[in-house]
């Protein structure tokens, strides 16, 4: 199963390449603005998406698209998954908290920047299945079962945070956990349609918001 070929690196990056070609314009319209951060691009490159499938659906890891995982969860589009990671702009040893590891493609995306990544994970099925996979790929994050609107508070505070599904509000614990100056990247809305939105943390008690765009995300579970 985990075979990584000649033929997937093609695919790879045929992948990446149409993503970096068209992320600058297509950001544009969705109204952000930051610096392009290739260091993104180099590691979707790399690393194997097609891990993340059951071999059955193999064929579909390298279309430009969502795709369904198992326990109503998806994983992301990658040109969203390159939009939110280079919004959320990670610098090595960066303490990371992920809410919602899904497949675990996300987390070896921040791994590999060099973040160390704290992961929760609220389906139990995926949670296990994500530790197996990025074990075999030599990615080490700390993995968490429970619930993301609470965060993690006896491992706070974080300098960045990354929601990967669509919550209806700003969770406020989760701002409680983020480092002054720290930034946390979440799509917030109730519809089928989110938007993209940077919470930058000012002081101990001031935040500022930023819209980046409306994205498509399966809602977030909470207890």
Known sequence: MYEDTLRHMGLRKILVGNIRKNF??????????FIVDDRVFEVMEKIPRH??????????????????????QTISQPFTVAFQTMLL???????VLEIGTGSGYQTSILVELGAKVFTIERQKPLYLKAQVV???????????????????????????MLVTAGAPFIPEPLIGQLK???????????GS??????????????YKVNEHGRFSFVPMVED
């Open 24 to 33: 600058i314009d297509s950001a544009g319209k969705k109204g952000i603005n």
């Open 89 to 95: 702009n990670v610098k090595p040893n960066d303490r």
């Open 180 to 190: 002054v100056s720290g930034a946390l990247v979440i799509p917030v809305g109730k």
């Open 134 to 160: 990025l074990k075999k790929l030599g990615y080490r994050a700390q993995f968490f079962f429970g619930d993301g609107y609470k965060g993690l508070p006896a491992y706070a505070p974080f300098d960045r």
């Open 51 to 72: 891990f993340f499938f059951d071999s059955a659906f193999e064929k579909f890891a390298y279309d430009d698209n969502a795709f369904p995982i198992g326990s109503g």
């Open 193 to 206: 349609e989110q938007v993209m939105t940077e919470v930058i943390k000012i002081t101990d008690k001031d």
